[in-house]
């Protein structure tokens, strides 16, 4: 089974210039030396092998994967699932702080609660994570989808509207900064 590069914890820009080079699965580079990816992707040496570590690392971890008793018959140990659950993914926030506070982002396939104060912009942060889950995976993100429900009547469409132009904004500099080196 090949296994798309989007699911792999790779940085963004890594990521666009993998698939800016033609790859698309970790398959297609096994057989890659980390001096043939550097000069076939332009990057640094030590940034290829790393990626091929990390390619090679997680498909290892992601063969074959235990599943709760009734599914397999297997059991799961606390390593195994740790392991599981850091392959899941995550939503980008494009906030590097927060990005870092949450161990890469929003967790897939979790709940998280966000709560605070009348005011401190959780319904903003949400309507940023259902633009942010949709990033493509060639500059990070997930390319997922978003359901919105609003029980306050807070939710505001032109608002959304500026989040999704200003984040289109922000991933053509991204792909616009690769394409001039």
Known sequence: MQRDLGSFPLSPGVRVKLVSAGFQTAEELLEVKPSELSK????SKEQALETLQIIRRERLTNIPRCAGPSESGKQCTALELLEQEH????IITFCSALDNILGG???LTKTTEICGAPGVGKTQ?????????QIPECFGGVAGEAVFIDTEGSFMVDRVVDLATACIQHLQLIA????EK
């Not at 392959?87 to 995550?90: C, E, K, L, R, S």
């Not at 616009?176 to 394409?179: D, L, R, V, Y």
Request: charged share 10%.
């Open 105 to 107: 982002g929003i967790p």
């Open 40 to 43: 076939e992707v332009g990057i």
């Open 87 to 90: 392959t899941q993914g995550f």
């Open 176 to 179: 616009g900064t690769h394409k």
């Open 125 to 133: 942060l949400c309507m940023q994570l259902a633009v942010d889950v």
